[in-house]
């Protein structure tokens, strides 16, 4: 049975840092590319970044470059995105994808919130 399970969100301030984690299970992990999509209230879903099965290449959309570290344990099954210096607008359910050609799995999501 494939799963992803994401883990590692909450309440957080402004400028401060989460670490959100994604554990795979039921398929073989080191194949699959990650992806981390984000979805706000009231807006449509969006690419946060992705890494190469190998973890060799990175991706990331602009907005969150430099603030936003995508990484991957294949040793673990695991994919993890690092997040500094949030900002309210980062507040939204954060879901974890793994793509192969045709092949798609999506975790349940995470919620993040950003608030003083």
């Known amino acids: 049975q494939v799963q992803l399970v994401e883990s590692g969100g909450g309440l957080v301030q402004p400028g401060g840092s989460l670490r959100l984690s994604c554990a795979a299970s039921?398929?073989?992990?080191?194949?699959?590319?990650m992806s981390w999509y984000r979805q706000a209230p009231g807006k449509k879903r969006e690419l946060v970044a992705t890494?190469?099965?190998?973890?060799?290449?990175?991706n990331y959309v602009d907005s969150m470059k430099g603030r936003f570290t995508i990484s991957r344990d294949n040793a673990k099954n695991t994919a993890y995105l690092q997040m500094n210096s949030l900002k309210p607008e980062d507040t939204a359910v954060y879901y974890c994808?793994?793509?192969?050609?045709?092949?798609?799995?999506w975790g349940q999501g995470t919620q993040v919130t950003v608030s003083s």
């Open positions: 994808c793994a793509r192969k050609w045709l092949s798609e799995y």
């Open positions: 039921g398929f073989t992990f080191s194949n699959f590319a």
């Open positions: 890494i190469s099965n190998s973890g060799s290449a990175t």
